[in-house]
């Protein structure tokens, strides 16, 4: 197994627009969490997973904001209508249970123009 | 609220240095981790840990629970060391199970 994939890398849409990320984690790992870094800052808390129940979201995670994951393996993260505040990077990670280790994805850099 | 903090911001040193980086929290844990980010935004786990001490190579976490701290030292620092580290939490008694993140301490490692 490779590790935790996000795809795509980066992405530049307009104000307004749709968009969807999305989160493969490792193939055993049930937990998934999306987690949301602006330049400068620790990474947020958005959501998360246990197999494919969303257990947790966080008052950041607005209603423009959805996630996903159908058979409990990879994750979607939507984001409609989207605003240049949330520009940012959005990471997934994934574990086996609570209490190990997250292991990280590469991220995907949103930039909304 | 609970919040994650990180000292210092920022660090420069030569090679060769023993680092210090540290972390305190501010209600119980189930965990503790220590990540590290370089450039480009990819986050690796170093440490998760609970209690007491851990090492792997040149990297050392050290946990006290009682004092809501944590430490993370580098020995014999390399400029490859050059990254962010960041502490988070995992926090007990309920609430998001996601982690809570410290801003990050930003380190540079002088050849």
């Known amino acids: 197994d490779t590790g935790v994939s996000q795809d795509p890398r980066h992405k530049i849409t307009k104000r307004g627009q749709n968009v969807t990320f999305r989160c493969d984690p490792i193939?055993?790992?049930?937990?998934l969490y999306w987690y949301r870094q602006t330049l400068g800052q620790g990474p947020e808390f958005l959501t998360y997973?246990?197999?494919?129940?969303?257990?947790?979201k966080s008052r950041l995670l607005s209603d423009r904001f959805s996630a996903e994951r159908p058979k409990g393996s990879f994750s979607t993260l939507e984001i409609q209508r989207t605003e240049q505040g949330d520009s940012a990077m959005y990471l997934c990670a994934s574990s086996m249970g609570l209490l190990n280790e997250q292991y990280f994805g590469p991220g995907t850099r949103l930039t909304v123009t | 609220k609970n919040e994650v903090e990180q000292s210092p911001q920022n660090l420069t040193a030569q090679e060769g240095e023993f680092i210090t980086i540290n972390c305190s929290y501010s209600v119980g844990i189930s965990a503790l981790h220590w990540l590290q980010q370089h450039p480009g935004g990819g986050i690796v786990s170093l440490f998760m840990l609970s209690s007491g001490k851990k090492k792997h190579g040149r990297l050392i976490a050290t946990i006290n629970i009682q004092e809501k701290h944590s430490s993370l030292h580098i020995t014999a620092s390399h400029p490859r060391d050059s990254a962010v580290y960041i502490c988070?939490?995992?926090?007990?008694?309920?609430?998001?199970?996601?982690?809570?993140f410290g801003k990050g301490t930003h380190l540079i490692i002088q050849p």
């Open positions: 193939s055993e790992h049930n937990r």
């Open positions: 988070a939490v995992a926090y007990s008694g309920g609430g998001a199970d996601g982690l809570t």
């Open positions: 997973f246990q197999n494919e129940a969303q257990l947790e």
